[in-house]
Every structure is written in structure tokens, then in C-alpha cells.
């Protein structure tokens, strides 16, 4: 009988790193420092250090903080089609549920995905600047 639960690895993780770090760099222009993924249960945990894009970076240094969510709101939405389809890629299964948010003080994003299997994993993988 094979076994049909979530098993990825970390090379898995680190890829799917690596195409977040590009799609960003692709779609809007900037490559974050670092993207961090965690896996656990049927929870992905995605962490993506400096990720505002210059206009949003001036926007919040000359204090225009609500047009500044405003954009990073639309940015979440353009490119939470992408990301799902890139996870589900990654890890081989349905994303059900996906959750954006970023810190515009921190330039910090965070991603959580919810994923259709849910059997136990804890896996995890940084990569700064395109290098583990």
C-alpha cells in the first residue's frame, strides 16, 4: 500500500524558497533578503524578509502608511494565485487556505498556507540572498 501523506524534504522547502524569492524579483521588481519556510502539519509557514518594493518603502518614509497597505494589499492580492500555484507545486498538494499579511515598519511579510494533507512534518529552510 503506498503511503499518500505529506512527505516533502528540504530540498523541497529550499526550492520553493528560491521560486518565491524569484517571483518576487520577477513580478515586482525586488528580491527580498531572505525567505524562510517552515513546515508543520498541513501548515506552511512562510517568512519573507524585506520584501517592500521601493514606492512602498518611500510611501512609508514620507508617513503615507494607509496608501502604502493600500498598495501592499494589492500586491497580495495579484500575486496570491501565483504563490498558491507555486507551493502546490512544491510540496504536491492543494493549498486550501492562504493568508498574507506584512509589517510595513519591518519590511516583513508573512505566509501562511493551509494545506489539504495533514499528516505530521516539521521541516524548515532559510535562504538569504539566494544562498542557504
Known sequence: MADDTLQPDYTQLEQLSGQIQLLYSTN?????????????????IISV????TQPEQILVEN??????????????????????KLISQALGVPV???????????????IVAILADDSPVLIET???NGEK
Open 28 to 44: 515586482l521588481g525586488h528580491q527580498p533578503q531572505q525567505v524562510e519556510c517552515k513546515l508543520l502539519e498541513h501548515t506552511l
Open 49 to 52: 524578509e524585506d520584501s517592500l
Open 63 to 84: 508617513n503615507h502608511y494607509e496608501l502604502a497597505k493600500q498598495v501592499r494589499t494589492r500586491i497580495h492580492e495579484a500575486i496570491e494565485p501565483q504563490l498558491q
Open 96 to 110: 486550501l487556505d492562504l493568508l498574507i499579511d506584512s509589517t510595513l515598519d519591518t519590511s516583513r511579510t508573512n
Open 126 to 128: 532559510k535562504l538569504v
